[in-house]
């Protein structure tokens, strides 16, 4: 009971002080890659980059703890930070202290569902995603997460848009006017040292190398070079006018929000008294407060893409203050200091007494000291019920992930994996690092391999991972401050290359054409409605529940004849011929009320295709179930076929079935004699009374008998 409910117990049962090195060094070299790679992650999870960290500390412990893969690295991923970015953009604006505290709920509701699902032993619930669906998606998500990093590499900001391909066009846009060379340049250089370092050094940690270079150079060339100024520092009415037009709409913008959330409350409260009135005044006044927040968003996008495009020169004054004037409106005789300034102007206003002109490229900036504070964030009810279905499709896949890399390595270590266990261990990883300011996580491929690779013997591993963690925490953090966003873009570009998959497209449709369609729609679908990426999923579910349902409810349904290996198989695949009085037919599939009615069709389709038929064999090799509605068909068209002067046997009836038959006396109905263990002899049994006067002058039941005789 204890190994049940702590795991980690088993692994200490012949551990040694080799182990525990070869664990120690795993731990280290995964968190080696963890930092930097959890930093990208949170900020593809539009969260400030230290929260990758948070995300790192508790996670990969509790995930090893209390799962059942010993070699399974958990934490920040590609995917499952896209989905929370997804999730979260329709609730507030992305970095936010609103977004973040939709993030750790949303990362309590995942891990409460993985929980739940893993202690109700419901793990096979993740099959309704199914392959096809998640290699489509896996794909489309790949291309969303490498070009949602476009804009980072080139140095440009642009406001989303309502589709992601239209986010990218404005990137583009931006990138042909405004791209800033040294920031591209600084991340095509990590991308080369990380695949160069892949290719000619693999047991190097590429990332970790490329990070520290990056920001040394950085760190020594003065990257950032940003300088804060009053409002005064900038000489131009016309920039003048556009900040004060930004911060008008901004502080409209939120004096709307306190005004809408006051509606709602009104709205809830007339609501609950069934106040007629009230509640359609309240709907009114929201009505009003939508269009007029709308204008000011308009408004405050307006002003911020004409800031964003002011490109400016800097020119030094005698107390060795900068004023800077728009390129131009430079005076003729004016020296500039040689950089092209820009304003950072992102959703909140401008502080007047303290703009940020960016001179240089972004880095990742200043990173909290120490642990984050454990704490439970406010729960709106409202929140949770617009976030449980993305809750659900990110435990989900996040699970799906979990569990394939952990099978994967468990062929290869030939450990014994439990997928409810791993379903509770990702769970209590998720809800417990919610309490730490962890967002939503999930087993890593990249560092699994990682970790196995360096020779991790038990979870301990992951215990070192967060350790370490918690050691760049309290003491590392500043050395982070001049790392360059692009890099954490490279980083993340890099990652996903190892998720498109096209040979995953190609082998659905070799294995069936629908499988195929499906994983091709999905990965469409998605394409097409990102950001909102729940929807490229739910149309492949759906996909796939269709594929199955059509295919329930029409079981292929064959006439059997020998074969040249002298089995008796499938007709038409064969080219056989059919006996005239005796008819083979076996339905493939479990005979219940969704399908119950084509058997009758197809079986009222072989008697009128037969007009001398006299006997009916129905293999029942392929009916593994049966239920209520199955059985009446079936007993009604025993009766219709012997009405018709033909009989009927079953032959191959397994178990369970006759167990349903014997309690509705089918048996008893049909004759005991009418019901065959194997179809050799139903044929030997059924053959001489139906072949009484007959003039076939070779069975195909018994005979080789092609539709071409040569």
Request: net charge neutral; with cysteine.
């Amino acid at each position: 009971m204890l190994g049940k409910i702590f795991p980690f117990i088993k692994w200490f049962k012949d551990y040694d002080l080799g182990a525990l090195k070869a664990d120690g060094i795993a731990g280290l070299t995964v968190a080696l890659v963890l930092i930097p790679q959890s930093m990208a992650y949170a900020q593809l999870a539009g969260l400030p980059a230290y929260y990758g960290l948070y995300a790192s500390f508790l996670p990969p412990m509790l995930a090893a703890l209390f799962g059942s893969s010993r070699q399974l690295a958990t934490g920040p991923v590609a995917v499952v930070s896209l989905m929370t970015a997804a999730s979260l953009e329709p609730l507030a604006t992305a970095g936010s202290e609103g977004y973040i505290a939709y993030a750790i709920i949303l990362a309590m509701m995942v891990g409460f569902f993985q929980l739940s699902l893993g202690i109700l032993r419901l793990g096979l619930v993740v099959n309704f995603l199914s392959h096809p669906v998640v290699n489509g998606f896996t794909n489309a998500a790949a291309i969303i997460i490498a070009t949602s990093q476009l804009s980072k590499m080139f140095g440009v900001s642009v406001d989303t848009a309502t589709h992601h391909y239209e986010t990218i066009w404005r990137v583009i846009q931006e990138a042909a006017h405004y791209i800033h060379w040294p920031t591209l340049l600084m991340g095509v250089f990590a991308f080369a040292i990380m695949y160069g370092l892949k290719i000619l050094a693999p047991r190097i940690p590429n990332v970790l190398v490329a990070v520290v270079v990056t920001t040394l150079i950085s760190w020594g060339t003065g990257f950032e070079h940003n300088r804060t100024v009053p409002a005064t520092a900038i000489v131009s009415s016309k920039v003048q006018a556009l900040i004060a037009q930004f911060n008008e709409a901004t502080h409209g913008i939120a004096a709307l929000a306190q005004e809408r959330t006051e509606v709602n409350r009104i709205l809830a409260e007339a609501g609950q008294s069934h106040d007629a009135v009230g509640v359609i005044d309240a709907k009114h006044d929201a009505d009003v407060v939508q269009v007029r927040m709308q204008r000011f968003k308009d408004q405050a996008l307006a002003a911020r893409k004409d800031l964003r495009h002011q490109i400016f020169g800097a020119v030094v004054q005698n107390d060795g203050s900068l004023r800077f004037y728009p390129e131009e409106e430079l005076p003729a005789d004016a020296e500039t200091d040689g950089r092209r300034w820009h304003i950072r102007v992102g959703n909140a206003a401008l502080a007047m007494d303290g703009i940020v002109m960016k001179g240089g490229g972004a880095v990742v900036g200043g990173i909290p000291k120490g642990l984050p504070a454990f704490s439970i964030p406010k729960l709106e009810w409202g929140a949770i019920m617009h976030l449980f279905p993305f809750a659900a499709i990110i435990s989900l896949l996040g699970f799906m992930e979990a569990i394939s890399i952990a099978k994967a390595m468990a062929g290869k270590t030939g450990q014994r994996l439990d997928p409810n266990q791993e379903l509770i261990g990702q769970g209590v990883a998720n809800l417990i690092g919610a309490l730490g300011k962890s967002y939503p996580t999930s087993g890593s491929f990249s560092r699994s391999a990682v970790n196995l690779q360096a020779g991790a013997a038990t979870g301990l591993s992951s215990v070192f991972t967060s350790l370490t963690v918690v050691i760049a925490l309290l003491f590392f953090t500043p050395l982070l401050y001049h790392l360059p966003q692009s890099v954490l873009a490279a980083v993340i570009m890099m990652a996903v290359i190892g998720l498109i998959n096209v040979s995953g497209f190609i082998h659905a449709w070799h294995a069936k054409w629908y499988d195929g369609l499906i994983s091709i729609i999905s990965f469409a679908a998605t394409l097409a409605f990102a950001p909102h990426l729940d929807k490229g999923i739910m149309i492949g579910v759906v996909l796939s529940l269709g594929v199955f349902l059509y295919k329930s409810m029409r079981p292929k349904v064959v006439s059997l004849s020998r074969a040249a290996d002298e089995a008796l198989r499938c007709v038409s695949t064969h080219g056989l011929k059919e006996c005239e009085h005796v008819a083979m037919v076996r339905f493939d599939g479990p005979l219940f009320f969704a399908n119950s009615s084509y058997l009758e069709d197809k079986m009222m389709e072989i008697m009128r295709a037969k007009p001398n038929l006299k006997h009916i064999i129905m293999v029942s090799n392929g009916i593994n179930d049966i239920d209520a509605s199955g059985e009446e068909t079936l007993s009604l068209l025993i009766d219709r076929i012997r009405s018709a002067g033909v009989d009927i046997s079953l032959s191959g009836v397994n178990e369970e079935v006759m167990k349903v038959f014997r309690r509705t006396h089918l048996p008893e109905k049909i004759g005991e004699d009418h019901i065959f263990p194997t179809m050799e002899k139903a044929i030997t049994a059924v053959h001489p009374e139906s072949h009484r006067l007959s003039k076939e002058q070779a069975c195909p039941l018994l005979t080789v008998c092609h539709l071409v005789e040569n």
